[in-house]
């Protein structure tokens, strides 16, 4: 572990944070309970998070969990106690999870999820709102809070983007669990690896970002993404032509310019 951990992280029941190589890896680490989700997890996941944002000696971030279930979604004991909310507490707890989604979605870093079993409700959601995804083939996804009678809210607004409505429609409605490949071809993960060389193949995929792409540009990148959706056509224009324009004027530009016509190989 290169980096010296707060106290705060330190003090993690749930979650484990080290940063290596450049890559700050974030681990769920319930796996008794089959890394569920509740509200102390996500606070946890957020402070995580957080960290790893501000870690200077971080370039890109992995989420990843311990056990053989990457997650299960909520918490049984929690969903039971949900119970007994009112609609003042069930607001602030989904808004609690709202925040954990829209941080990942928007962080300045690039999120790797690395999904070595099944990701479900919840958890499906933590490897979809990831931006990039590998999973091991025998790795199950599914939304299947409608057999509850619940819906899956949050997620449906990050899905709607990632794999359109049709997609979104097939997954939520039904509430089918679909193998690994099916959530490949829908666009939901974005690679397959073996049980056996996922850890390798995600680290090794982690360190080619790092060496070869500058920081700032994948940080400007993401937010152009993010934030392109939401604009109309001649506005949403604009703005990628305005991104254009302070890239070219950044030190980032100047330098990938300059090695790329005297033919050196740039270090990032």
């Given at each position: 572990?290169?980096?010296?951990?707060?106290?705060?992280?330190?003090?993690?029941?749930?979650?484990?944070?080290?940063?290596?190589?450049?890559?700050?890896?974030?681990?769920?680490?319930?796996?008794?309970?089959?890394?569920?989700?509740?509200?102390?997890?996500?606070?946890?996941?957020?402070?995580?998070?957080?960290?790893?944002?501000?870690?200077?000696?971080?370039?890109?971030?992995?989420?990843?969990?311990?056990?053989?279930?990457?997650?299960?979604?909520?918490?049984?004991?929690?969903?039971?106690?949900?119970?007994?909310?009112?609609?003042?507490?069930n607001l602030e707890d989904s808004t609690h999870l709202m925040q954990l989604f829209h941080q990942i979605y928007t962080l300045k870093k690039v999120?790797?999820?690395?999904?070595?079993?099944?990701?479900?409700?919840?958890?499906?959601?933590?490897?979809?709102?990831?931006?990039?995804?590998?999973?091991?083939?025998?790795?199950?996804?599914?939304?299947?809070?409608?057999?509850?009678?619940?819906?899956?809210?949050?997620?449906?607004?990050?899905?709607?983007?990632?794999?359109?409505?049709?997609?979104?429609?097939?997954?939520?409605?039904?509430?089918?669990?679909?193998?690994?490949?099916?959530?490949?071809?829908?666009?939901?993960?974005?690679?397959?690896?073996?049980?056996?060389?996922?850890?390798?193949?995600?680290?090794?995929?982690?360190?080619?970002?790092?060496?070869?792409?500058?920081?700032?540009?994948?940080?400007?990148?993401?937010?152009?993404?993010?934030?392109?959706?939401?604009?109309?056509?001649?506005?949403?224009?604009?703005?990628?032509?305005?991104?254009?324009?302070?890239?070219?004027?950044?030190?980032?530009?100047?330098?990938?310019?300059?090695?790329?016509?005297?033919?050196?190989?740039?270090?990032?």
């Amino acid at each position: 572990m290169e980096n010296l951990l707060t106290p705060e992280l330190e003090a993690l029941r749930y979650i484990r944070y080290e940063a290596q190589d450049r890559i700050g890896y974030i681990t769920l680490n319930r796996p008794d309970k089959r890394n569920a989700l509740n509200a102390d997890v996500v606070t946890e996941l957020k402070q995580a998070f957080d960290y790893a944002e501000d870690d200077e000696s971080v370039k890109v971030i992995v989420l990843r969990a311990a056990g053989d279930v990457f997650c299960a979604g909520a918490d049984l004991a929690y969903i039971q106690d949900l119970q007994g909310f009112g609609y003042t507490d069930n607001l602030e707890d989904s808004t609690h999870l709202m925040q954990l989604f829209h941080q990942i979605y928007t962080l300045k870093k690039v999120v790797i999820g690395q999904v070595q079993g099944h990701a479900l409700a919840g958890g499906c959601g933590l490897a979809a709102i990831c931006d990039l995804t590998f999973a091991v083939p025998e790795a199950k996804f599914g939304y299947t809070e409608v057999k509850i009678g619940f819906i899956p809210a949050i997620v449906s607004v990050f899905l709607l983007r990632k794999i359109g409505e049709a997609r979104t429609k097939q997954l939520l409605l039904s509430g089918d669990v679909v193998t690994a490949q099916t959530a490949l071809d829908m666009g939901l993960i974005t690679f397959l690896a073996s049980k056996e060389e996922l850890a390798a193949t995600v680290h090794a995929y982690a360190q080619r970002l790092c060496r070869e792409n500058s920081a700032q540009s994948m940080e400007v990148t993401k937010e152009m993404l993010a934030r392109l959706p939401e604009l109309p056509l001649e506005e949403g224009l604009r703005y990628a032509a305005q991104r254009n324009a302070e890239a070219r004027g950044s030190e980032d530009c100047r330098k990938g310019i300059a090695a790329f016509l005297n033919k050196e190989k740039i270090g990032w």
